[in-house]
Nanobody, 117 residues
Framework: QVQLVESGGGLVQAGGSLNLSCAAS????????MAWYRQPPGDQRELIAT???????HYRDSVKGRFTISRNNAKDTMFLQMNSLQPEDTAVYYC???????????WGQGTQVIVSS
């Protein structure tokens, strides 16, 4: 099992930036793919960016060119650099880790991002 803890959320004005972090512990050697999801108020959770162990990344169209997902060399921390934030980016942001070996996924507790207009 993998434990995930997000940090870096907060309140920012439109056009501003935030950098979210996700610290992973436990059986991190089993992780194949990590991802950031978000859940806007009153809406469903949505996938916004993924990164594989090989460094391949994929983004939701609405965040392409504004958000950047990355991991450190030890692969125990994942980041989401968010630039040009807009009010529609307001959501709780969740870290996710998937293992193809164990066919499981783990979630963090979420971090709130509020973008004011």
């Amino acid at each position: 099992q993998v434990q995930l803890v997000e940090s870096g959320g907060g309140l920012v004005q439109a056009g501003g930036s935030l950098n979210l972090s996700c610290a992973a512990s436990g059986s991190i050697f089993t992780i194949n793919v990590m991802a950031w999801y978000r859940q806007p108020p009153g809406d469903q959770r949505e996938l916004i960016a993924t990164i594989t162990n090989g460094g391949y990344t994929h983004y939701r169209d609405s965040v392409k060119g504004r958000f950047t997902i990355s991991r450190n060399n030890a692969k125990d921390t994942m980041f989401l650099q968010m630039n040009s934030l807009q009010p529609e980016d307001t959501a709780v942001y969740y870290c996710n880790a998937k293992s193809l070996i164990t066919d499981t996924e783990d979630w963090g507790q979420g971090t709130q991002v509020i973008v004011s207009s």
